[in-house]
């Protein structure tokens, strides 16, 4: 997967890939790596496309892997016309999908992320703890308990 980050980092230099911009004083970002997972972001256009298919293309010849069809997501901004997000998804070969779902039980977010986001997380580790032990730690100290035990579940 490092050679695979540095195929990307070698198109982004090269002008070939660009990458989402987080916010007008922020940087930018191209992918990231979990466990068995990989998030790619990139405009929305034909020449991104064809830099996605040939960074692939590229490391699954040299790498030996190959991209399964069926579990790959393309996932388009709002601001993607549903003619423009079809057609890069059939050159791509992938599904479209309106949204990511979770990973690792945390929502991808797509909207503004508010309060309630995260109750699920609140309501476990109040389950996890009984009435004595509730009254006894802050909430950063039930998140500091039970933080083991949340991530086995």
Not at 3 to 26: M, Q, T, Y
Not at 40 to 58: H, P, S
Not at 133 to 147: D, N, P
């Amino acid at each position: 997967m490092e050679r695979f980050n540095h195929l990307i980092d070698s198109v982004i230099k090269g002008k070939n890939w660009e990458p989402l911009l987080l916010s007008r004083r922020c940087s930018t970002i191209s992918q990231l790596f979990f466990a068995d997972d990989l998030v790619l972001f990139c405009r929305a256009d034909e020449k991104g496309v064809d830099c996605l298919n040939n960074i692939l293309d590229t490391f699954c010849y040299y790498s030996g892997n190959r991209v399964s069809s069926q579990k790959t997501q393309v996932f388009f901004s709002r601001n993607v016309f549903y003619e423009v997000a079809t057609n890069l998804c059939g050159n791509l070969g992938f599904n479209k999908v309106a949204d990511l779902g979770k990973y690792l039980s945390i929502s991808f977010f797509h909207n503004r992320v508010g309060v309630n986001i995260f109750q699920f997380a609140l309501d476990k580790v109040r389950s996890r703890l009984n009435g004595c032990e509730a009254r006894k730690f802050s909430l950063a100290g039930h998140l500091t308990l039970v933080k083991g035990r949340f991530l086995q579940v």
